[in-house]
Nanobody
Framework: QVPLVESGGGLVQAGGSLRLSCAVSGGTFSTHWGWFRQAPGKEREFVASIRWNSLTFYVDSVKGRFTISRDKVKNTVDLQMNSLKPEDTAIYYC??????????WGQGTQVTVSS
């Protein structure tokens, strides 16, 4: 098991920003890292990912507002979220694994955007 610890969630007004961070512990081999989210009553959905070669991918609803990045030295994966909307409210999960699988998941961090 590879512990993934998310931080940075909270309550913010619409239009505001939050930065989520995920600390990846252990020596497991990974080729991609991602963020998913799950809103109340909905299925977990893909938000963003970054591959070993720095290629990034985003769900259409967050393009231009969210940015995923990875610090290879600190072994962290961040999600900068700008221009937040109420529909971004969800529990956000960090994940990693060997592409195309996501083998390890964090416990999640709550993001709430008020209108």
């Amino acid at each position: 098991q590879v512990p993934l610890v998310e931080s940075g969630g909270g309550l913010v007004q619409a239009g505001g920003s939050l930065r989520l961070s995920c600390a990846v512990s252990g020596g497991t081999f990974s080729t991609h890292w991602g963020w998913f989210r799950q809103a109340p009553g909905k299925e977990r959905e893909f938000v963003a990912s970054i591959r070993w070669n720095s290629l990034t991918f985003y769900v259409d609803s967050v393009k231009g507002r969210f940015t995923i990045s990875r610090d290879k030295v600190k072994n962290t994966v961040d999600l900068q979220m700008n221009s937040l909307k109420p529909e971004d409210t969800a529990i956000y999960y960090c994940t990693t694994g060997v592409y195309p699988r996501y083998d390890y998941w964090g416990q999640g961090t709550q993001v709430t955007v008020s209108s």
